[in-house]
């Protein structure tokens, strides 16, 4: 199933009648955070395509009219569309006192734990626990940086050890310079900075149904 992923960056030719043709065959939109409202409706609205969200620590600030309106947001959630299973993790390292989408590592721990039953629920019914975590922030030492704010989160590795999803998409980290590493396989996740955008292809596994 191809996919767009969009992260922290407007791509204008995304937001322009072109998107048509960028976008050709996509069924279904990831978007990793930090995008203004009217970019992502209007990804929604003219591929008539579910989202699927999470926030990042930019976004929000204010107040609920920040939150798109044609998507689902999936933090601390699990959703399955089309055979494949969803779950998201929202926000960055906290960096400052004004804490709004920012979690200390402790916090985000406890935000994965608060996701376990979901993921647990899922290796009983489908045999895995999931496909897909968006996340806006990445994983500890994984296209993160070492200044405080784009450091990445160590919890989001052991999610990765732990319940091997087969992506992890994120944003947060902004790239400049082409040569950047944007996609790097870890075990048995693929994890991508989604910055601006790409289109992946993920096939849906065939699921063994508990009924
Ligand atoms: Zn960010």
């Given at each position: 199933m191809k996919v767009l992923t969009v992260s922290d960056e407007v791509v204008e030719a995304l937001h322009s009648?072109?998107?048509?043709?960028?976008?050709?065959?996509?069924?279904?939109?990831?978007?990793?955070?930090?995008?203004?409202?009217?970019?992502?409706?209007?990804?929604?609205?003219?591929?008539?395509?579910?989202?699927?969200?999470?926030?990042?620590?930019?976004?929000?600030?204010?107040?609920?009219?920040?939150?798109?309106?044609?998507?689902?947001?999936?933090?601390?959630?699990?959703?399955?569309?089309?055979?494949?299973?969803?779950?998201?993790?929202?926000?960055?390292?906290?960096?400052?006192?004004?804490?709004?989408?920012?979690?200390?590592?402790?916090?985000?721990?406890?935000?994965?734990?608060?996701?376990?039953?979901a993921l647990m629920l899922n290796k009983a019914r489908y045999g895995r626990y999931l496909d897909v975590l968006i996340t806006h922030a990445p994983p500890h030492l994984i296209h993160d940086s070492a200044d405080y704010a784009h450091r990445g989160f160590k919890s989001f590795v052991w999610f990765i050890e732990h319940y091997q999803p087969r992506y992890l998409i994120h944003g947060h980290v902004h790239v400049y310079d082409k040569r950047e590493e944007t996609v790097t396989v870890c075990g048995a996740t693929t994890i991508v900075n989604a910055y601006g955008y790409k289109i992946l292809d993920i096939a849906p596994i065939k699921s063994r149904m508990s009924t």
């Open positions: 009648p072109a998107l048509a043709h960028y976008a050709q065959g996509v069924e279904a939109i990831l978007a990793c955070g930090d995008l203004p409202v009217n970019y992502l409706d209007y990804l929604v609205s003219m591929l008539n395509v579910p989202m699927f969200y999470v926030m990042g620590n930019h976004g929000g600030e204010g107040g609920e009219g920040d939150y798109p309106e044609g998507g689902e947001n999936v933090d601390l959630r699990v959703v399955e569309y089309k055979g494949l299973l969803i779950a998201g993790l929202e926000g960055a390292q906290r960096y400052n006192n004004k804490p709004h989408f920012q979690y200390t590592e402790n916090e985000m721990r406890a935000r994965i734990a608060a996701l376990t039953p």
